[in-house]
């Protein structure tokens, strides 16, 4: 899949308020109310990153969920990234 331009992300992360971009990937940090809802949206993300056969770099820190999401073969960011950021706001903000 190949790498999207700067502007073709900046364009898409319009409809991705929670997402910037910087270093060649897209980062988001969600809060919840503590480390239960958090490890629990983790282990859903979990079941969707193998689905999608795509995978976060993540770290948390109690209730605090930080992710950064690139394509390391393509060097970049690209569809895969946005396909995998949608499903974890389905997650993490099932409401939108
Ligand atoms: C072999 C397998 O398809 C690749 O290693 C996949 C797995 N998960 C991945 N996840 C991410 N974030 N980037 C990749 O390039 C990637 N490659």
């Known amino acids: ?4 331009t700067a502007q073709e992300i900046e364009t898409k992360l319009l409809r991705f308020p929670d997402w910037e971009y ?10 919840f109310e503590n480390f ?3 490890f629990s ?6 079941f969707e990153c193998e689905a999608l056969n795509h995978h976060p770099n ?8 930080t992710i950064t999401l ?3 073969d393509a060097g970049g960011v690209t569809m895969k990234d ?14 939108e």
């Open 41 to 46: 949206a983790m282990s859903r993300i979990a």
């Open 22 to 31: 910087y270093d060649n990937a897209i980062h988001a940090e969600f809060e």
């Open 82 to 95: 946005f396909n995998l950021a949608e499903a974890i706001e389905h997650i993490v903000e099932p409401e």
């Open 58 to 65: 993540w770290t948390n820190v109690y209730n605090v969920l």
């Open 70 to 72: 690139s394509t390391h």
């Open 36 to 38: 239960k809802d958090c």
């Open 1 to 4: 899949m190949s790498k999207l």
